[in-house]
């Protein structure tokens, strides 16, 4: 069942835990105010209910607590960061900032980040810098999941883009995987106990899994040397744009692990602790093309020229970010939406971490 | 009917027919050199077979054979160029030398250019970076063709991406439109006269057009009042991931015309004298993240892992630049694929600016 929950009180609480794990306040701070984003913007699947991800991780060590971020090599518009091995949320942020500052002083910057952890959302990190008045991007590699056009093993990640941009009356999020559907979809849908609506799972690189009840072969998903993946975006074929999809996860792969001299997608694996995803982070300043108002309310204006548009009857036209502002707007008000078992999750969490969970749920 | 035809011999006469124009003898190389680089790569539909849609532009005054491009802002890292409706190609490769030396110089260069023409494949522009060692990107926006997912009428363009990169055997050349496919291809199904084979065609946003026959409806793809447009990348539902390419689609349109302030995809008309399409070119030199030399043996190494993949049987991998460095090995000792009617173009168009053609072909 799913209930709805105050923020503010969620947060107070994560941050207890993360507090509790041994991080800095400022850090624990960073880290819950992170994943109630998430949940804020309606985007649960990434939220608190990942707690329990985390928490493996931190007790298996894959995870490091009192990691610090390095920086391995930099210039004025660059950098490349060693994480260590730190949480991943930590490690998103420390880079954005770093990309953000060099985006003020010299106009862009571009960060590439290995050993990292698992960093959440990639559009939390693209939006930091729209709330700075700069347009960000953020992209991370990940376990294997994506099958490359005509191959039967799936060899990249899921590799998501997010690119932010200031607008009214609200900021431009695009935040998606180069896959048609995130894993995190296909566990939604069997969840509710729901087929795939569309080609999103394939065996064989080719022959599209529709059943939720097909455990077998969807379960073969957190298998790299399975004969099952996920579908690029534009599908398997070179028809429907499968090519497309491929491509844009190898150039997720060069911004994040190429230039960084970082693991690849396909080293990625839950268990060894001496690899980790890697990330990347850009920032650029408006201002070193033009007026920055002029600029944001053109783009406003092309924004909302596409929402006037004729639509299907009884559709609407939502912009990247659109669903996710409906969802803040709901869930800041009535709270965020928590099912029942990730609350007992967080609740063993916060018990055996001696943290009164009580007070806030 | 097709025939092969010389590239160095198609390259003299196409500079010839520049030099006609007025354009200077360096701009009449650049020019044709990029026309013959898009044949020779076994991209025909916009090679040669091109050159009747710029005569006809340079006859009406919409590319202005005495035009410069102009920086009208310029920092270190980034540019704003304003091209005057010069030749789509020549802006192309000033505003891309443009970047390459900012990067050279700075790590990273930006340029957005408005008021520009056609210019033909994007990845060409990308491939000058890859060419010199750096990493490269282009894209611009087009008269409108795309659906917004939901929407039942056209307002962004094909709007393609482009990023190339150094790497053994052959560069990656990643080059797409944000639609399914670009408008050229449905023309090229409509002349072999054969049935689309996916969803690229919609009318009132979602209803698939297959029939190649169906020229009521597919005339319709030039008209943008009209319900009928190409499919994003992703298709026209969210379940396929319509909402991905509609927004990569928005993302191209802030790099060309939002940045530059210039005409967005929905203003551009080819009759209109006084619009013209954006573009944008970014150059970034690895050297600014590690060591070029062994970034880019990951690199390799990492496509080749790909390429190695267990596949569908009878099916191969084919990485981004692949297939065209085939086609090149091929049209370059064998000849580029000219068709009939195209020749014919040339030729009329040859002996109206008295150009003789008879030794080229």
New interface residues.
């Given amino acids: 069942m799913i209930k709805r929950y105050d923020s503010h009180k969620i947060n107070k609480l994560i941050d207890n835990i993360y507090l509790a794990y041994g991080f800095s306040a400022e850090q624990s701070h960073q880290a819950a105010e992170m994943l109630i984003y998430t949940d804020l913007h309606g985007i649960e699947s990434h939220g608190v209910q990942r707690l329990i991800m985390y928490d493996n991780f931190i007790q298996n060590g894959k995870i490091r607590v009192n990691s610090t971020p390095e920086i391995v090599?930099e210039?004025?518009?660059?950098a490349?960061v060693d994480a260590h091995f730190g949480l991943g949320q930590l490690n998103g942020i420390y880079s954005m900032e770093l990309a953000i500052k060099k985006a003020k002083a010299?106009?862009?910057g571009?960060i590439?980040t290995r050993n990292s952890g698992h960093y959440g959302i990639a559009g939390y990190y693209a939006n930091m810098a729209a709330e700075q008045g700069l347009?960000g991007m953020s992209s991370c590699n990940s376990r294997p999941a994506m099958l490359?056009?005509?191959?039967?093993?799936a060899?990249?990640g899921t590799n998501p883009i997010a690119?932010a941009?200031p607008a009214n009356p609200h900021n431009?999020i695009?935040d998606?995987a180069t896959t048609?559907?995130a894993q995190g979809k296909v566990e939604v849908y069997r969840k509710l106990e729901q087929d795939l609506?569309?080609?999103w799972v394939a065996k064989?690189?080719?022959t599209p899994i529709y059943d939720h009840n097909d455990n077998t072969n969807l379960d073969l998903l957190r298998d790299p040397d399975a004969n099952v993946g996920l579908a690029p975006?534009?599908?398997v074929?070179e028809?429907?744009?499968s090519?497309?999809?491929f491509?844009?996860g190898?150039?997720v792969?060069?911004f994040t692990s190429?230039?960084?001299?970082g693991n690849?997608s396909?080293e990625i694996t839950p268990t060894d602790l001496s690899v980790g995803p890697c990330q990347s982070f850009v920032a650029?300043d408006?201002e070193?093309?033009?007026d920055k108002t002029?600029?944001f309310d053109?783009?406003s204006n092309?924004?909302q020229?596409?929402r006037s548009?004729?639509?299907?009857p009884g559709?609407?036209?939502?912009?990247?970010g659109d669903k996710e502002a409906l969802a803040y707007q709901n869930n800041i008000k009535n709270g965020i939406e928590i099912d029942d078992r990730t609350l007992e999750e967080i609740k063993t969490i916060a018990t055996r971490l001696k943290v009164n969970y009580q007070p806030y749920i």
């Fill in positions: 090599k210039t004025n518009v660059s490349v010299h106009g862009i571009i590439t347009m490359p056009t005509h191959a039967t093993k060899f990249i690119f941009m431009f695009f998606v048609t559907v609506p569309a080609l064989d690189g080719k975006l534009g599908g074929t028809d429907t744009g090519h497309k999809g491509g844009l190898v150039i792969e060069v190429i230039l960084s001299m690849i396909n650029i408006p070193i093309f033009g002029a600029i053109k783009f092309y924004l020229d596409i548009l004729p639509t299907i559709k609407t036209i939502y912009i990247a």
